[in-house]
């Protein structure tokens, strides 16, 4: 898991301006490790993490559209 984990905040860090800028700045290994709770297998644990930081990047141009 420590490898996905690795992979994931650089994932984060490659896609900071898209969402997962959050994920970068706050959160820990115990935050990515929560991904496989209740027994997710690692390409759920990624789809989570994805969406996660879809939902990031919505609010972020919402937030912006809205500033207009």
């Known amino acids: 898991m420590n490898e996905q984990i690795a992979a ?4 984060c860090a490659d896609n900071y ?3 997962a800028d ?3 700045e706050c959160w820990d ?3 990515y490790a ?3 709770d209740d027994g997710a297998t690692d390409e759920q644990a ?8 879809s939902v ?3 609010r972020i141009a919402d937030a912006k559209n809205s500033a207009v």
């Open 29 to 31: 290994d115990a935050e």
């Open 56 to 58: 990031y990047a919505d």
């Open 17 to 19: 301006c898209n969402g």
């Open 34 to 36: 929560s991904l496989w």
């Open 22 to 24: 959050t994920m970068v």
């Open 46 to 53: 990624w789809k989570t993490l994805r969406d996660v930081a």
């Open 8 to 11: 994931m905040k650089q994932w």
